[in-house]
Every structure is written in C-alpha cells, then in structure tokens.
C-alpha cells in the first residue's frame, strides 16, 4: 500500500492539493484541489479529456456552466446543503466569488460527452444513515450530489457525509474495489477524529484527506463535542463503475447488524 493520508497546506495561490495523477496518491486515478477565491474574483475551469465538478464549501459564489448560471450560498458545510457544478471534457465552469470562498475542484479521465449540470441543496438532501443501529453511535447524514444511478456516462461519484459528535461513519467496515477519497473538516478548528485505511489509523484533522486504494476497509469516527464533515469522491474503475449496493462489509463483524 502506498500513501494513503495527507495533511495537505494552501500554497502561496490559495490552493490544498490533495491527489493528482502524478504525485504520491496517484491511485485515486483523480485531480482534487481546494481553491480560495476571493469576493469579485473569477476562475475557470476547463479540462480536455477530463470531467470536471466544482463544489461549494464556504462563501457565496455563482456558478456558471452550459449556458446556465446559479448563485449558492453557503455559511458552512455543517449548516447549509450543497451547491455544485459538473461538466465534460472540453466544457467550461466558471466560479464568480460574490464573497469570500473555498470551492473543491474534482477532475478524472474521460472523454464522453455530456450535459452539463448545476445542482442545488434541493437536487441533494441530507438523509440520515444507521441511525439508531451499532448502539446508536453510528449516525450520520449523507448526501449523494451525483453518482453512477444519477450520471452513468461519468466515471466518478461526489458525495458529503456529517457525522453527529463522537458518531462513527463507514459503519459497519466496508470496502469496495473503486479508490475513494476524502475530505475532512471540523466545525471547530481543534476538532478531531480517526480515519482508517486497512490496518493503518490516521488522526483526522481540519483539512486532512485520505486516499483509500481499491478493496482497503475503510470506517471513520469523530471524537465527542466535534462534528467532522467528509467530501467522499470515488472513481469508477472501467467496466466496474461504482453503485449504492456495491458495500463489501468486514464478514467478522456483520453480527452488529441484529445487536440491540
């Protein structure tokens, strides 16, 4: 297993490089950066032979992509919902800042071409997930903006979790033959948790991500009085895209599921 978690820092151009097709996560197969932008500050972007989604984290910006345009506004990922935008290869997004924001870029490999799409809090509701399952410390919400069910000609998936404080998420062990990555924030600056990748534990931190390989199990916990939020990004392996029912649990602790 090569790297697989990082506490990446924003350069001098306001950029958090997390995985690229080159340096030392290149098996997550994707291109994740987090971009500052400031208020009237304008950036494009545009990749040929790459899909491209941008995702609102913080600020206020107004997205524009196929002759569409929509304005998002976002306090924080803990307290409102999603704004993004996704395009093919060739196709432009624009992000104007009306305010000062982070957005998440993702980008991947492919060269099918399809419409392009801004989505809403509306387009990806939070659901809770194993509420009340595992003694009740494994609830977390969950949004899926768009996936293989939602948008089978891309090749990745995008999607945010909130764990509830000292929550796990993940749960049940589980892995899947696709890489995914993730994006931790805490809505205090000390918050903290623990991400595991196989055998390996990493402490989780504002701003750390972790690139989990194909077939690693992977769960996550956030400590009490913190509430840890997850951008979780998968590619779709060719052939084998990635689907809500693609859920390999850990054999050894299935018996959880019937615990009262």
């Not at 060739?90 to 801004?118: D, H, M, W, Y």
């Not at 049940?172 to 918050?191: I, K, M, N, T, V």
């Not at 951008?231 to 615990?259: A, F, S």
Request: glycine residues 10%.
């Amino acid at each position: 297993m090569g790297k697989v978690f990082g506490y990446p820092e924003f350069d001098g151009d306001g950029v958090r490089t997390l995985c690229t097709y080159d340096n030392e996560y290149s098996a997550m197969n994707m291109d994740v950066r987090i971009y500052k932008i400031a208020e009237g500050e304008t950036k494009t972007f545009c990749r040929e032979g790459e899909e491209i989604a941008v995702l609102l984290l913080c600020g206020k910006v107004k997205l524009e992509c196929g002759g569409s345009s929509l304005e998002g506004s976002r306090k924080d990922v803990f307290t409102e919902g999603p704004y993004a935008a996704h395009v093919c290869t060739g196709q432009e997004i624009k992000v104007n800042g009306l305010a000062r924001s982070q957005v998440l870029v993702q980008c991947t490999r492919n060269k099918r071409e399809f419409p392009a799409r801004l989505y809403g809090p509306g387009d990806a509701p939070w659901k809770y997930s194993s509420q009340g399952k595992f003694g009740n410390v494994a609830n977390r919400r969950v949004n899926t903006i768009f996936d293989y069910e939602h948008e089978p000609f891309s090749n990745m998936v995008l999607g945010e979790v909130l764990n509830d404080k000292g929550n796990w998420s993940g749960y049940l062990p589980h892995s899947h033959p696709q890489p995914e990555c993730y994006y931790f924030l805490f809505d205090r600056p000390e918050g903290f948790g623990a991400s595991f990748v196989g055998d390996k534990v990493f402490k989780s931190v504002d701003g750390s991500f972790s690139a989990i390989p194909g077939g690693e199990l992977h769960p996550q916990s956030v400590a009490p009085g913190f509430q840890m939020y997850t951008c979780w990004m998968i590619r779709h392996i060719d052939g084998n895209p990635w689907k809500q029912t693609d859920r390999c649990e850990d054999e050894r602790y299935v018996w959880l599921h019937d615990m009262k």
